[in-house]
Structure formats: structure tokens, C-alpha cells
């Protein structure tokens, strides 16, 4: 699975504005589609709360491999 970063920085190494080739990654985008996918699943009214947090955690990075698998697509 391709999981890039997801929000990847070039740095500048000199004032003529050549670039680095090293970026600087941060999170992963498997990590940013899970955190947008766990808070919406926070914010509906009708989630368990007596479910528990691994479950919501699983399920948001089941989602952000989903959708990682068809971005591949």
C-alpha cells in the first residue's frame, strides 16, 4: 500500500532557492485519512460511547486503508 506523506515540505538549502531533495514527512496521509475518519465518527450522535476507544480507533484505520486502496485504484 502507498501511504506518502501527507503534507510534504521541500526545504530551501540556499538563497538561489535550489531545493533539498530531503522532505520533511510529518504524518503519514494513512494517518491523516484515519484522524478525519475517527472524528467523524466522534461526532455522531448516535455512536456508542460504551463501545470503547480501540474499537473507534480500529475501525478509523480500516477506513483510511480503504480509502488508501482505492486512491491506488
Not at 533539498?20 to 461526532?43: E, I, P, S
Request: proline share 7%; aromatic share 10%; net charge negative.
Amino acid at each position: 500500500m502507498n501511504n506518502p506523506p501527507a503534507f510534504p515540505v521541500t526545504t530551501y538549502i540556499n538563497d538561489d532557492h535550489q531545493y533539498d531533495l530531503k522532505l520533511w514527512t510529518g504524518m503519514t496521509l494513512r494517518d491523516y485519512m484515519a484522524a478525519a475518519a475517527l472524528q467523524g465518527m466522534c461526532a455522531n450522535p448516535n455512536s456508542t460511547p460504551a463501545v470503547g476507544e480501540d474499537v473507534f480507533a480500529k475501525a478509523a484505520y480500516m477506513m483510511a486503508d480503504a480509502m488508501l486502496k482505492e486512491r491506488e485504484a
